[in-house]
Structure formats: structure tokens, C-alpha cells
């Protein structure tokens, strides 16, 4: 496979021009993914009826689906498509998924969510692999661009939540997963217009073997594309039989601890610790989203339940407000982030990723507290002040900004070369788990029927939940930093 990595030389000034390409082609597809995600839970909730722990179940399945799939999209990109082959395969099934939740037919719902998870398993893994080859692995601007991409994600991800969940809620649903498509769309042709522009990065690994044939009559490369459309009747069984999920997600994730540390025994003593290192960071991270995805769960119906949203007389839709807060800090605090870094490695005092990781938990857990500080000083009215919703949001988004996009860089550095799109796909899997989780614990914060209208009465539900929330975010991060000089000694020379 050709290297992912080039020297830091090739490329003039601090980001090259490929960058703002793939910037641009995932800020789109973020755009149409977490627009769509906004109307989820409210939309199975008051318009499929479901009750509120089967949403969340079924919420916590589609989660915990679309974050596995990039565990095999990233291996058929390693082994067989490329990175580039893939992105595209991945962007046109996504857009197929977006106009098929625009049909209003019940059918539409998990056939579309069904097409979505597919794709994304393609897409996401390996552009994010795609912004890995740009830069060397000590390459300090490596952190810099990664947040750059990350802010991207997340400019794409405030439009979609603010424009498609204020259609969605306001004007019709089935037009915001309608114009999720659009954007989609959008996306796939900026990447296929611009994809020349990669030269040899994320062509196959060998298109000889890409184009051989399988059975005598059809290529390597038509297998994958017709094996993928064939997994959709399977995730849509199990969308019907999410019980069957608690089996699915553990039994992969311990598969997938084994098979890491298979892969590691073969490596030198060096190399093999690197892989040891992203492994336990991996692994923390799942604790991080199953706190962390409450905003597209839990927190959307604590919105609409518990926030009070009026501004100056007018109400603003609580689904658009709640999603466009987490991206619109990250554009924010990106911009100090990404200086941030790089000041502190000139003067030597750049945390280590590890010690990132765990302010990442610290920081979080000081925004849930926030939200549940609110939740006791306002019990009377039953609604929080939309500033303190907004403050809270600020400390979990500069955790944020400690893990992901970290996190990303950290898998490109410590991954050997041949399997790095693979331990990209068990990043986004380890996101899968929990965002897996992130549907139970919101599932704790259900709210009976009778109560939902009634603002007094449903806060408490939400409120006792939010605290435990708090208090085991700060208490793995204390965990955490107890492991640093352990993971920074694994780590050796990637700083």
C-alpha cells in the first residue's frame, strides 16, 4: 500500500490545499449525517408514537451501527478499495439513505436509517485516514489540522442540526431529512471534483488484486459494493430486534480488544506498546461518548421539556437550538484550540495526548454539573435558563475538543501503516459502543407519558441522572491521569 505518510516538506505553509478539500467534502456530509440525527429521537417519539425507552433503544442501536460499520469500511479500504474508492462508494449510499427517510411512509424510516449506516462506514473512516496522510508523524501541525478538519466536521454539523431541525420540527419532517440529502449530494461532488488533487494518496493498495476476479466472473471490488446492499435487510432486522444489539456490540468489542492485541504480539517490542497505548485510549474514549451523546438523545427532549427558549418573546425550536449548540462551540473554540497546541509545544508545555484525554473527562463532567446546578435551583418553575444550558455546553465541548479530534491524530500516529485505516474503523467503534451506552443512560431519563407536558413534574428525571453523569465523567478522568506516565512510556517518541 502506498505510504501514509509524507515528509512535512512536500507541502508549503502550515495547511495544504488538499486539506481544504477534504475540510470541505466533510463538512457537507457532517451537514446532511447530523441533520437527519437532530429529528431522530423527537421524530419517533411524537410521530411514530414509539414510547420513549424504545426510542432510546432504537436511537442507541442506529448509534451504535453507523460508528461499527467504519470498522469494516476502514479494512476494505486497507486491503482492497483505497481510501478514495471508498468515500465515494460510502457518499452515494448516504445520499440513497437521505431521500429514502424524505419518502413519508413508515417503511421509509429504517430503510433509510438502513442505507445511511452503510455508508458511513465507507466515508468516514477514510477521509479521516485521508487528512492523516498529509502530514509525518511528529509533524507538530499535525494536532493543528485535524482540529482544522474537526471544525469543518463541526460547521457542517451546526447547519444541518440548526436548518434540518427547524424544518423538521417547525414545517415538516420528512422535508429535513429531504434536505439532509441535498447536502449530501453536495458533498459527494466536492470530494469527486477534487480528488485529482491527491495524486497517489488513497489510491488501492493493488488494483491488480482490486480487479481480479472472484468465482471467474466478478471482480474483488463488485463483491464489497454487493456484499454492503446485502447487510441492509440485516440491519433492519435487527432495528425490530434491538434487544439482540447487547449481544452484537459487546461480543465485537471483545473480539476487537483480541484481535488488536493479536496484531500487536506480532509487532517489535516498540511498535507493539504504540498499538497498546491507542488501545487503552480507544477503550477510555467509550466511557467519554456514552456521557458525551446524551446531546443527540436525552438533552433534545430535556430541550423541548426543560429549557425555557424564549428569547426576547419568541420561542426559538428547541431541537435547533440543542443541536447547533455543541458544533457552534467546537467553530468557536476550535480557533483557540488549534493556536493553542502549538503555542504550548514551542514553549515546551504541550500536555501530552493522554493528559488531553483526561481534561477531556474533567471538563465534561463540570458541564453536566452545570446542568444539573440548574436543574435544583429551578425545580420550582421546572424550566432552566437557556444561559446555563448554554454554559454547560461550553465545558463539554472543550472536552471535546480534548478527545476527538485527538483522538484522530493519535490513531495516524501510533497505528503501523498496514492496518491504520482498520484501527481508525475500531476508533469510530469504540464511538459505536458508546453511543451503545449513551441510548441506556439516556433510557434512565425517560419520562412517563402522563408527566412529558408537565415541566415540574419531568425535571427530576432528568435532573438526579445528569449528576451521576457529572460525577463518574470526573471520576474516570481522575483514572485517567493515574495512567499517564504509563501511556506517555508506551508512547516513546510520538509526542
Known sequence: MQSLTVQADDYKGKYPKQLYLLFFAEMWERFSFYGMKALLLAYMVTQLKFDEPKGYAILGSYAALVYTMP??????????????????????????????????QDWSFFYGM???ICGNGFFKPNISSLVGTLYSNNDPRKDSAFSLFYMGINIGAALGGLVCGYVGQRINWHYGFGLAGIFMIIGLAVFYLGKRSLKEKGLPPDMNLLKQPLFSFIKKEWVIYGGTLLLIPVIIFLFHSYHLMDYIMFGLGGASVIYVLFISFRLDVVARNKLFAALAMIIF?????????QNSGSLNLFAIRNVDMNVMGYDLPALSVNNFLPPGWVIILTFLFAWLWPWLNKKGKEPSTPMKFSFSFMLMGIGFYVFYLACKTHAESGLIPLWTFVGGYLFIIS??????????????????????????????????????????????MSVPAELQNDAVASLPYYADILNKIALGSIGVGLLLWITVPLLKKWMKDIH
Do not use: N
Request: proline share 3%; glycine share 14%; charged share 10%.
Open 399 to 444: 472536552g471535546e475538543l480534548c478527545i476527538s479530534p485527538i483522538g484522530l491524530s493519535m490513531i495516524t500516529k501510533l497505528s503501523p501503516l498496514k492496518v491504520a485505516a482498520m484501527m481508525m474503523g475500531i476508533w469510530f467503534f469504540a464511538t459505536a459502543i458508546g453511543q451503545f451506552l449513551a441510548g441506556k443512560i439516556g433510557s434512565l
Open 71 to 104: 470498522m469494516f469500511g476502514g479494512m476494505m479500504a486497507d486491503r482492497f478499495l483505497g481510501y478514495r474508492r471508498a468515500v465515494m462508494f460510502g457518499g452515494i449510499l448516504m445520499s440513497i439513505g437521505h431521500f429514502i427517510l424524505a419518502v413519508p
Open 285 to 293: 474514549s467509550t466511557a467519554f461518548w456514552a456521557f458525551y451523546e
Open 114 to 116: 438502513a442505507f445511511i
